[in-house]
């Protein structure tokens, strides 16, 4: 089975704009996105998707695949789901261009999700405290037995009415890994209601009873946002390098 990455890159943005071209330790955001998801190791190919003629040049200078959107696109999903024109792969991970500490176990872990036939569609949760669970900028999902996803919600969910000590919440880590069937298919489709309330394009899925596979990490990502992520990005790379 072939695999491919794909980072969605898309220049504009409404906190920080043009937030994947900002300097992040002497390289773009979208440079190291690229750079910490191809030095995983997990993928046959990495792309980076994009809008913008400057994102694809730094990409190029580092010897990278790029696909240059044809169309105005709504979500990375659906940005990757053109890329497929050109992409030949079998199983196609969705990594988010404002992520640029990819985690190898994790991505490897998704993948590995994939040798069970039955699975068509997986995605990543952590554990968070009931705390973070009262954040909607922090998705939540809740389980079946079997891992699949029930609900993502941006609300604390389960709901612990009785305060109990035990209840696990679990955070959604938006890198999606599809089969190149089910990625095509899902962006043909309209906006369900759950999404268009929430938000949330995961639930255009299981409004349709697809199971998404969720698989546990203990990596944390940092998502740049806002000029604070960045930051934070910056102070944890002096940390590491």
Request: aromatic content about 8%; proline content about 3%; overall charge negative.
């Amino acid at each position: 089975m072939k695999t491919a990455a794909l980072i969605p890159a898309r220049y504009a943005s409404t906190r920080l704009p043009a937030k994947l071209i900002q300097d992040l330790g002497g390289i773009s955001v979208i440079q190291r996105t690229f750079v910490s998801t191809l030095a995983t190791g997990v993928f046959d190919e990495v792309w980076v998707v994009t809008d913008h003629e400057h994102i694809r040049e730094q990409i190029l200078e580092l010897g990278g695949r790029v696909y240059f959107s044809q169309k105005a696109h709504e979500s990375g999903s659906d940005r990757i789901a053109e890329a497929l024109e050109v992409v030949d792969a079998d199983l196609i991970v969705n990594v988010q261009g404002d992520e640029p500490f990819q985690d190898t176990k994790s991505l490897r872990d998704l993948v590995n999700a994939f040798d069970r036939p039955k699975v068509k569609m997986a995605s990543l949760m952590c554990k968070i405290s009931e705390d973070e669970s009262y954040n909607p900028n922090a998705v939540k999902v809740v389980v079946d037995d079997k891992k699949n996803a029930i609900y993502f919600s941006r609300s604390p969910i389960p709901f612990n009415r009785e305060k109990n000590e035990d209840v696990v919440y679990w955070k959604h880590i938006g890198v999606y890994a599809y089969t190149r069937e089910l990625l095509q298919e899902f962006t043909s489709w309209p906006k369900g209601q759950l999404e268009q309330i929430e938000m949330l394009e995961q639930l255009r899925l299981i409004e349709k009873g697809v199971k998404i596979k969720m698989v546990e990490t203990t990596h944390q990502a940092i998502a740049i946002d806002t000029k604070e992520d960045l930051d934070r990005a910056r102070n944890f790379l002096k940390s590491i390098l």
